[in-house]
Every structure is written in C-alpha cells, then in structure tokens.
C-alpha cells in the first residue's frame, strides 16, 4: 500500500446536507446477482431504507434466517483499501462485544465485502432502534460509547494505512472562505455580497484564531488514535437511551482522540429547530449536553482528559463548526438544500456564542 492521504471530514452538521437528488436505486437484475452471492434464505421482504446518502442505495431484507441490510457504496467512498480499512476495525470492536452491526460474509469467501463490476457492497444484520431524542441519557451513553471505541482501537494496528487529518488547522481554508461570497450569490443572486464578505472575514479570523489556541495548549503532543471521524446523532441508534448500534465508519482515519471528542461535543449539542432555516435555530449550543457527552466519555475511555485538553475543546469545536460547513458551501454556494448566506450566519453566531463563553464552558465542564 502507497501512503495514505489526508482525508477531509465530511459536513454533517443538522439536517442531511445533500440536495434534492433522485436517490439512486438498485436494478432489479443487479439486486438478483449481488443476492446470489450470500446465503440468507428465503426472501419474504425488500424494501427501500431511505436514511443516509441517496448517492448509496439501502435496502431492507426480511428472510427466513432474519432481517438484514443491504448498501451500495456510492462513488467516492468505494476505494476498496478505504473500504477494507473500516470493515477491518469494525470486525474487531464486534469482537469486543461492541455494539456495531454485524457484517454478512459472502458465499464464496466469506468476505465482509463484495466487488461487481466496478461497485463495492456491503450486508449488514438489520439493528432496530430509536433516534436521538436530545435527551441527557442518551448523550451521555454517547460520550460512553464514543469513550469505549477509543480505548478498544488504541492498540490496533490496522493492515492498511488509515487515512488522516482532521478539521484542525486544515490547510487551504482561508483560500476557500474568500471564495465564498461569490458563489452564495451565484447561487442566491439577491444577496448581499458585502455582507457576505464581513462575515467570512470573521470566520476566517475566528478560525485561525481557535487553531492557534489549540496548538498552544498542545495539540501536536496529544497521542493518535484510530477515531470514528464522524460521531453525530444520525450515527447512533438506541434503546431506552443505551446506544444499540453505532453506524457509518466512511470517516474513520488516525487523529487526536480530542478531534473526535469534540465534534461529537458540538453535534450533540446543536440546539436545531425547523432542518432548512437556521434563522430559527435557538442561539448557542446545549452546555448540559456537552457535559453529558464529557462525562460519559471519561467513564469508558482508556484515560482522563487533561486540563489542556478540556481547554481546548471549545476552540475545537469552533474549528469543527466552521471546518464542516465551509467546504460544501465553497463548493455549492449553499450547505445542502439550505442557503449558503443564512448558514454562513449560523456559524458566525454559534462562533460568538463560545468564544463569549469558552472560560465559563471549560469551568462548568471541570465541575
């Protein structure tokens, strides 16, 4: 294997980001020939799982031996090294009674996933449970599993070169912030481009201002691990606020565990009103929540944070805030279906919101 690349963290930020595209869809010819090669029994049911990616297809399985998913990589995420890569450490927590969904092996060579005719695919064991409901029970058991995850892959050594880089200090960002402003009002004509470029100058600025804040406390002495790289509530089903299943390791990659730590910390606490109008959206994060995910953290991972670390974690989060929603909005115009203006004064807002209170974050958070 060649080495590996930096890889980009995906924005995931509320709502589901990509626009109103036709979701793809499997043929009915390609659903029978990727079936031939597992062994599942007899089919009662198939229907189309809607969640996730419309790029990747899902289908829901019913048969005689259980209930089952079936996923097809979308294109950009079907590298079969990246791919080998997450399945290989997502083996191991099973193994470690952690809870991931099960893969299903192929006929031939028992093998987590199956290559035809250009296309990557993946069988899981269907997992039933709830979505995230904000509640302090179930962020705290995602800081828990969030905690164990670290500690069990602290010590793997992973066959293939993991990707890495995170949202931190992220070379190329003031490049794409000064792109901005021209491509919201080529997506929004009306807009109001001076306004625009005052905002991303703030983001601009507040960003360096918070990367250098967090290599000061000492980012770059802070050890590595394999992390999940994108620990959102849309990755975490539970019951009875216990995490039943923890999904989607597209992102996973060699980092800081605190990068991880402190996107979670922020996309758990997103106090999100109506999906496409952050206008609405109730200013400043949810600290109960941060310090919910905080603690249940300390509980499961294989050491406590340090002072200079719980430091750093607003600033973090500030990094994540911005990384994530800076590059589909340079590259679209827009974050998703929601206007790219109207995001960008989101971020400008929950920026301020912690930065006033980063001090005050950092004691609550120690309490």
């Known amino acids: 294997m060649g080495k ?109 996933l199956l290559q035809l005719n250009g296309r990557i695919y993946e069988l899981f064991r269907y997992v039933k449970g709830d979505r995230y409901g904000k509640t302090i029970a179930q962020t705290h058991d995602a800081g828990r599993a969030l905690g164990a995850l670290h500690r069990l892959l602290s010590d793997f050594k992973p066959q293939y070169d993991p990707p890495f880089g995170a949202y931190h200090a992220m070379p190329g960002i003031d490049a794409r912030l000064t792109q901005i402003p021209e491509m919201v009002i080529s997506a929004e004509p009306n807009a109001d481009i001076k306004t625009l470029k005052k905002t991303c100058a703030f983001i601009q600025k507040t960003y360096n201002h918070a990367a250098n804040k967090v290599e000061k406390l000492g980012y770059r002495t802070w050890p590595s691990t394999v992390v999940h790289g994108d620990w959102h509530p849309g990755n975490l089903l539970f019951k009875d606020g216990t995490v039943v299943a923890v999904l989607d390791f597209d992102s996973a990659r060699l980092e800081c565990a605190m990068a991880d730590l402190a996107n979670g910390a922020l996309q758990f606490s997103m106090k999100m009103s ?79 919101w912690l930065i006033s209170r980063a001090d005050k974050l950092v004691k609550f958070l120690e309490d």
């Not at 597992?38 to 049911?45: C, N, R, S, T």
């Not at 419309?54 to 829901?60: D, I, S, W």
Request: a positive charge; aromatic letters at 8%.
């Open 4 to 112: 590996s690349q930096p890889h980009e963290p995906q924005p995931h930020l509320g709502p589901q980001v990509e626009p109103r595209t036709q979701r793809e869809q499997f043929q009915t010819h390609e659903l029978a020939t990727v079936l031939s090669h597992y062994d599942i029994g007899v089919i009662e049911q198939i229907r189309e799982y809607r969640r996730g990616s419309r790029r990747a297809p899902k289908l829901r399985i019913k048969s005689k031996k259980g209930n089952f998913l079936l996923k097809r990589r979308a294109p950009g995420r079907d590298d079969p090294y990246r791919v080998a890569f997450a399945h290989s450490l997502q083996i191991v927590l099973a193994e470690n009674k952690y809870p991931v969904p099960g893969f299903v092996g192929t006929n031939e060579t028992n093998n987590s």
């Open 274 to 352: 109506w999906p496409d109008d952050p206008d609405t959206w109730p200013k400043g994060l949810d600290s109960e929540r941060i310090r919910a995910i905080l603690r249940g953290y300390h509980e499961t991972a294989h050491r406590r944070l340090t002072d200079d670390e719980i430091a750093a974690l607003p600033w973090l989060m500030i990094e994540a805030l911005i990384m994530e929603s800076v590059v589909p909005i340079a590259a679209t115009g827009s974050f998703g279906r929601i206007a790219g203006s109207a995001f960008l004064n989101m971020v400008e807002r929950e920026c301020r």
